[in-house]
């Protein structure tokens, strides 16, 4: 797929509608306690693309669609990889829920199939670096991409709620891709309205 150079833009110029209701981000359990003392979930620089920085999220129902679909490394799906890079630091994972309507700041988007068909990180590329204007999620949807959301400030903690927790027992199963990832998924949004999501995966 071509995607256009584009300069960065507040997502809030465009209709709710062409957003999802909920964006999802996972992270350990001890930077979550570090996030409610500190008040705010910080913006991070992405190690594959030191230019972009922001909080990192996905859509759910594309998670399960597209992420768990399209493969990064030999066995590993992108949902998978998704596990592996955050569970480095601790295998205890929290996934939490936050509502589009709170960002108020610039949200961008990106192709994880274009990112990982393009990893050299010091070739600059907007689309990697800055992003593509949020609503644009419709065109790579219609493309059937994996689709990462960029939020490019802090966000107060109290806008976000933890709806989830996983505990990684087989963490070099999990690098090697061998563990299925719906039921990593499953246990991960049990007792959430979103375990229905993971459930109607195929």
Excluded at 38 to 52: C, E, S, T, V, Y
Excluded at 127 to 141: E, K, S, Y
Excluded at 165 to 184: A, H, M, Q
Aim: glycine share 4%; aromatic share 10%.
């Amino acid at each position: 797929m071509k995607v256009p150079n584009v300069t960065d833009l507040p997502w809030k110029l465009y209709k709710n509608k062409e957003l999802p209701r909920y964006l999802y981000t996972i992270t350990t359990k001890a930077n979550y306690e570090s996030m409610c003392k500190d008040g705010f979930i910080k913006i991070a620089q992405d190690p594959l693309r030191p230019r972009m920085r922001g909080i990192f999220m996905f859509d759910l129902r594309n998670l399960t669609k597209r992420w768990t679909k399209n493969f990064f490394f030999r066995r590993k799906d992108m949902a998978t990889e998704l596990l592996v890079n955050v569970s480095d630091k601790s295998p205890e994972l929290v996934v939490l829920k936050i509502p589009t309507k709170s960002l108020e700041g610039t949200l961008r988007i990106r192709s994880l199939n274009y990112l990982f068909k393009h990893c050299d990180r010091y070739h600059m590329d907007n689309h990697l670096d800055i992003g593509l204007p949020a609503n644009m999620q419709r065109r790579l949807t219609q493309h059937k991409e994996a689709i990462e959301y960029i939020y490019k400030d802090d966000l107060p903690i109290d806008k976000v709620e933890k709806i989830g927790e996983l505990y990684i027992e087989d963490k070099r199963s999990l690098n090697r891709g061998l563990l299925n990832i719906k039921d990593l998924l499953s246990k991960l949004f049990q007792g959430s309205p979103q375990y229905k999501t993971i459930e109607q995966m195929k």
